[in-house]
């Protein structure tokens, strides 16, 4: 027994010292003084602004198309149903590399919608507008599918409920579902923002890298690692700092949905034979 | 009084069709076991469940009527209370009370005393207190028919008497349709004028408790009501053989394998064997006893009787004694013959 808890400890003392070093090594180079002295560098503060306009224009369509999205395949079932779930969950497992591809194959000059793009005057890639596109292709599984557990989760005897007091399936929506759902769908958001805001693969491929337009943070750290190495430091510094705080707001996010629903829950609306 | 009507309405569930017709002008008990396609009956009624064919409606309105009419559920003024009451946690009592409708709901909070209680969350009531919410939200919504679905299911013994005796008078006071789900019949009977039996999803038997207390329509109806079952072989006259040997006189000559329906508080308990002659006689030991309240089941072979503490202490009844448990030929109703129903 005494050597079943030596050995566990020392592994996950490896594993946790392992996991904690490349952070504590970034910290250890930058000091805050230099973290925020390297935000007035022009490359780091372009690549800044860049980043948070793409991401946040982009979480804003992944929230405005992938709540509707998500509702559905959470409350109904249809042929075709899980061919639909695979298609919002692939972007997660695809390599970026591969969806950048995609995307160029898709909306590129030569791509299948490239004509009608043009025609419409649009041309898309290495573009802000490309950045976005790509940033919300690769970060939108997260969020819809944190989306559909949360929609799933909320008893559904409680819409019912609403139904019978007058409420349509909008109002139903909007008093009854989103405010049970809400925890789940920040934790969503959290996660998908991180996810957007560290994307690199898919948007140098699709939007390339180009300062004060597409170069995003990410971006920024392989565009200045071999030019200079405390910059590109600086500015991994700045997107730990952004992901811890990201973490924490998603474990408050989950710990608010779990406060919430435990309430009176039934199986009224899950069986029709009782 | 308005009143609900449930034509011909058929429901595919899964394991059969509920078929039914029921017109509820004061308070329906729809009772029967779990299963049996009570809350589906009620679904059908909010519009939450589509019946396969059928109309429902309330007095002059229509609010379905297969392939022609289906009126959404937010648009059919029903008052829906939910097994589990079903409250909304993210709102305050108040609030929930107003989702049904904002004109009454002050005054409804007044007279299920739930006001003080007005600013709180649902987690934080108790069963009793959860039930009253329900009740004020589902009549908030100026229901022309109030549906309460196992409205004492959710509560603990000690508390559901006085919610019971709560409900009775608001029943009582209310001018609606009320049709309610439950699978006991002593609550059916207390809440209920009229109850009506659902079995797999068909009817049974209608009537006051009364009715089916004294004319059960079958075995089931019996046992649902509280009557000891006794299976025998009758020869045409009015004399029952039962397995054991034990020979019955019934009111009405049977012939065939019959069920007899025997009332626990028909029976009288004696350590002797009575001296009426005429009465029915089942000997043996005491199964069990069991006390409820003030109110004491002895069980002896078959029957079981309904005695009081008192008697019980009085006749120094212990389980393992012999014991006598007699009634009259009038109480031994037969009720059906085992292999033509589908007694469950």
Redesign the interface.
């Known amino acids: 027994m005494r050597a079943f808890g030596l050995i566990t400890g020392l592994a996950a003392g490896v594993a946790l010292a392992f996991l904690a070093l490349p952070i504590v090594a970034i910290f250890a180079h930058t000091s805050p003084g230099h973290l925020i002295h390297q935000l007035s560098n022009p490359v780091v503060r372009d690549a800044f602004v860049v980043s948070l306009k793409t991401t946040a224009i982009a979480q804003l369509l992944i929230v405005l198309l992938g709540t509707p999205a998500a509702y559905l395949l959470a409350t109904r079932r249809f042929a075709g149903h899980w061919l639909a779930v695979t298609l919002v969950e692939l972007p997660l497992v695809l390599p970026p590399a591969v969806a950048g591809i995609g995307l160029l194959a898709a909306f590129g000059r030569l791509g299948l919608l490239g004509g009608t793009l043009s025609a419409l005057g649009v041309s898309l890639p290495f573009t802000q507008a490309a950045v976005t596109v790509a940033v919300a292709y690769v970060a939108s599984p997260l969020y819809i599918r944190q989306a559909i557990a949360a929609f799933e989760a909320t008893?559904p005897?409680?819409a019912?409920?609403?139904?019978?007091?007058?409420?349509?399936p909008a109002r139903?929506f909007f008093?009854?579902v989103l405010?049970?759902a809400r925890g789940g769908l920040a934790a969503g958001l959290a996660l998908s923002f991180a996810r957007g805001l560290g994307e690199f693969g898919a948007t140098i491929m699709f939007a390339g890298s180009l300062q004060k337009v597409t170069q995003t943070l990410p971006l920024a750290i392989y565009a200045e690692f071999d030019q200079d190495f405390d910059t590109a430091l600086a500015v991994s510094g700045v997107l730990v700092v952004v992901s811890i705080l990201m973490l924490a707001g998603l474990r408050l996010g989950l710990s608010w949905q779990s406060s919430?629903?435990?309430?009176?829950?039934?199986l009224?609306?899950l069986s029709?034979?009782? | 009084m308005a009143e609900l009507r449930l034509e011909d309405v058929n429901l595919p569930?899964?394991?059969f069709q509920l078929e039914l017709t029921l017109a509820v002008g004061a308070t329906v008990a729809l009772v029967g076991p779990?299963?049996a396609?009570?809350?589906?009956v009620l679904?059908s009624v909010?519009?939450?469940?589509r019946p396969a064919r059928g109309r429902i409606g309330v007095d002059g309105d229509v609010w379905f009527d297969a392939g022609r009419v289906d009126v959404?559920?937010?648009?059919?003024r029903?008052?829906?209370v939910?097994?589990?009451?079903?409250?909304?946690?993210?709102l305050t009592v108040r609030q929930n009370v107003e989702?049904?409708?904002k004109r009454l709901a002050g005054e409804l909070l007044e007279r299920f005393r739930i006001s003080r209680l007005a600013g709180q969350?649902?987690?934080k009531l108790s069963g009793g207190e959860?039930q009253r919410v329900a009740l004020a939200?589902?009549l908030a919504?100026e229901p022309q028919v109030l549906l309460l679905?196992e409205p004492l299911s959710a509560l603990d013994a000690h508390t559901k008497t006085t919610v019971r005796a709560e409900l009775q008078e608001l029943l009582h006071g209310l001018e609606l349709p009320v049709l309610l789900v439950t699978h006991d019949f002593e609550d059916a009977a207390a809440l209920a004028g009229q109850v009506s039996v659902l079995v797999d999803g068909k009817l049974r038997q209608s009537g006051s408790p009364a009715e089916l207390v004294a004319r059960p329509a079958d075995g089931f109806v019996a046992s649902f009501t509280g009557a000891n079952l006794l299976h025998g072989h009758a020869d045409g006259s009015t004399r029952v053989r039962l397995a054991d040997g034990t020979v019955l006189a019934v009111a009405e000559p049977a012939s065939g394998d019959v069920v007899l329906a025997v009332y626990p508080w028909d029976v009288t308990v004696g350590v002797e064997p009575p001296h009426d002659s005429a009465l029915n006689v089942v000997a043996g030991p005491i199964r069990t006893i069991s006390e409820l309240g003030n109110r004491v089941r002895v069980t002896i072979g078959p029957v079981s009787a309904e005695i009081t503490a008192e008697s019980l202490r009085r006749l120094g009844l212990r389980t393992g004694q012999p014991a006598f448990a007699a009634f009259k030929a009038t109480g031994t109703r037969v009720v059906a013959v085992p292999h033509s129903g589908t007694v469950s």
């Open positions: 008893d005897t409680l019912d409920a609403s139904r019978t007091l007058g409420a349509g139903t008093r009854v405010p049970l919430d629903s435990k309430t009176s829950t039934s009224f609306g029709s034979s009782s | 569930l899964r394991a779990s299963g396609g009570k809350t589906s679904r909010a519009g939450l469940a959404p559920p937010d648009r059919r029903v008052g829906l939910f097994q589990e009451y079903a409250l909304f946690p993210h989702f049904g409708g969350r649902p987690g959860r939200r589902a919504r679905d």
